[in-house]
């Protein structure tokens, strides 16, 4: 048997040149891989191309990249569908300002959306980057929303009668005095009052909607069924938070994704498969394995494989076997 690190010098010496033709990992699905060079050049066909996965390995990144591209379309349609009279999020001071927010994010999500599924095909680490940074910004743009919107209170007044005690209190036209509401003495969350105005301008523009007599009358029934469901402002306030934290880990992983798939295109990969270990480009640079190392690593994989009845040498019948699939 030839030495193993003779054939890794080999290979390495002659990298350079390979790598001037088309990349392995670029190679369609099926079709066999091309060795270009001197004929004693290493044939790269040799090397384990790895899977890039993500999403708990259901997906390849690339696959993943194509997915955030959706989830961004949708978030802009979402966003765009805000820019109506009957939703409107935040104090009055200053709703139309995220209403107006909203609405320019929204149209950059539909046009970042289609930069990020095209990213995938193109391979453009330009065009990645500025998906990566579109990302990063809309996660800071929903804390600062979340944060304006569910932060605010408003104070609230409840009447009570001047005499406490019953059966005085329940009589008729006795006098009333206003205090804080015992319940909300800080103040009540906004998004309580966001809610039940945008339940109510609903609820109105249902039963409003058609002339049609008949469709009429199933909006204002829809709209009463909607008009009596009433949720406690605390509940409202817990969903209101969940909801927070679901959309920020939604958006911190769609910009990891794409930071993901950027790191393997500067490393000459396609976000399907690439040659070496893809935990490898989690290291710094300088802990990184080095192609001659790869080249090693990998051809005494490839030996160990050929080399089924483990005697140190590889016969013709083994190679075979290895070929046929019949070890």
């Not at 005690?165 to 015992?182: H, T």
């Not at 080249?295 to 483990?310: G, H, S, V």
């Amino acid at each position: 048997l030839k030495s193993v690190a003779s054939l890794a010098e080999t290979g390495t010496d002659n990298f350079q040149q390979i790598t001037e033709q088309p990349p392995l990992w670029m190679t369609p699905v099926g079709e066999p891989a091309k060795c270009y060079g001197h004929s004693n050049a290493y044939n790269p066909s040799m090397l384990t191309a790895k899977p890039t996965t993500s999403c708990l390995g259901l997906l390849t990144v690339s696959g993943a990249v194509q997915l955030v591209g959706f989830v961004t379309i949708v978030e802009g349609v979402f966003q765009l569908g805000t820019w109506t009279p009957n939703v409107r999020w935040g104090p009055p001071s200053y709703d139309w300002v995220l209403q107006y927010v909203s609405a320019v994010m929204g149209v950059a999500s539909l046009c970042f959306g289609v930069v990020c599924m095209w990213c995938t095909r193109s391979l453009q680490a330009r065009a990645i980057a500025r998906v990566k940074n579109f990302r990063r910004c809309v996660f800071i743009w929903t804390v600062l929303w979340f944060l304006m919107v569910g932060l605010p209170t408003q104070i609230v007044y409840v009447s009570i009668p001047v005499v406490q005690q019953w059966p005085v209190s329940q009589a008729p036209g006795i006098p009333k005095r206003l205090i804080l509401d015992p319940e909300w003495p800080d103040g009540k969350p906004q998004v309580c009052g966001d809610i039940s105005a945008i339940k109510h301008r609903l609820t109105h523009s249902l039963e409003n909607k058609s002339k049609n007599r008949f469709v009429r009358r199933i909006l204002q029934s829809l709209g009463k069924k909607l008009s009596k469901k009433v949720l406690p402002c605390g509940q409202v306030v817990r969903l209101f938070w969940a909801w927070m934290l679901a959309e920020m880990a939604l958006k911190f992983y769609c910009a990891s994704i794409v930071g993901y798939f950027e790191l393997l295109v500067l490393n000459n990969s396609d976000g399907k498969m690439m040659i070496g270990d893809p935990s490898d480009l989690e290291k710094p640079v300088g802990e990184r394995l080095g192609t001659k190392v790869v080249f090693r690593q990998q051809i005494e994989q490839l030996f160990a494989e050929l080399d089924a009845d483990k005697d140190g040498n590889v016969s013709v019948q083994e190679l075979i076997s290895y070929i046929e699939g019949s070890k």
